[in-house]
């Protein structure tokens, strides 16, 4: 079966512009998680959406939001955006919240502020 | 913060031989999962062991957990080149819903 797909998986944007970022969970997957990957702070949470409701949300400002659809689709927005916030995106899902036998990645968006 | 800490921070060794990473949490967990990540990808899920758990094998990697200690080992026996990759500790604490929390990451170097 298909693997967690994000989009796009390279983006370049310039300081003060906005940004969305896609991610199709595994099907039957209700929960889908974000994570930010530099290397000065490694993996850092995002946020984590269960059928549709936001369960927990990291230590991030509000310039980071996301949601989740019906479908269990969701995405994430950055809103005028940083040089620091260029990193790898990465989404996880599984059925469950939390995950019985771990979570399943995306192979991430890697997003570029100039 | 982080809630894992992982040693080494990296790590080189010969094909054929094991590879030990430790890993060590400062709170009540819910269970402790290993993840590997290949150059920059998406990580992959390797092995989860619950609280009540002492050691879990799958395959060559064997894992352990001591909540007393709060800390973690994966082992990886008769390493192989492809298993060149930066190695992920992460803690599912209790009451924090699916909330993932890495530690900084061992790079494993093995050479042929």
């Known amino acids: 079966k298909a693997g967690v797909t994000q989009t796009p998986r390279y983006l370049i944007k310039t300081r003060g512009q906005q940004v969305t970022l896609s991610c199709s969970p595994i099907?039957?997957?209700?929960?889908v998680s974000w994570y930010q990957q530099t290397p000065g702070q490694g993996l850092q949470f995002l946020f984590e959406?269960?059928?549709?409701?936001?369960?927990n949300k990291g230590n991030f400002p509000g310039r980071f939001s996301g949601r989740q659809f019906s479908n269990s689709r969701s995405e994430m927005n950055v809103s005028t955006l940083e040089l620091g916030d260029s990193a790898l995106y990465l989404c996880?899902?599984?059925?469950?919240?939390?995950?019985?036998?771990?979570?399943?990645f995306g192979s991430g968006t890697r997003l570029t502020v100039v | 913060s982080q809630q894992g800490e992982e040693d080494p921070q990296a790590l080189s060794i010969q094909e054929g031989e094991n590879a030990t990473m430790n890993c060590s949490y400062k709170?009540?967990?819910?269970?402790l999962q290993w993840y590997r990540q290949n150059s920059g990808r998406g990580l992959v899920h390797l092995i989860l062991?619950?609280?009540?758990?002492r050691e879990k094998h799958s395959g060559r990697l064997r894992v352990t957990l001591d909540t007393s200690k709060k800390s973690s080992s994966l082992l990886i026996t008769a390493s192989r080149a492809a298993d060149t990759a930066s190695y992920f500790c992460?803690?599912?604490?209790?009451?924090?819903?699916?909330?993932?929390?890495f530690g900084q990451g061992t790079e494993l170097s093995v050479k042929p």
């Open positions: 996880a899902s599984s059925p469950v919240s939390p995950a019985n036998y771990g979570y399943t």
């Open positions: 099907s039957g997957h209700r929960s």
């Open positions: 959406y269960f059928s549709e409701t936001q369960r």
């Open positions: 709170t009540s967990i819910n269970n």
């Open positions: 062991i619950r609280s009540n758990e």
């Open positions: 992460a803690t599912v604490i209790y009451n924090q819903g699916g909330k993932l929390i």
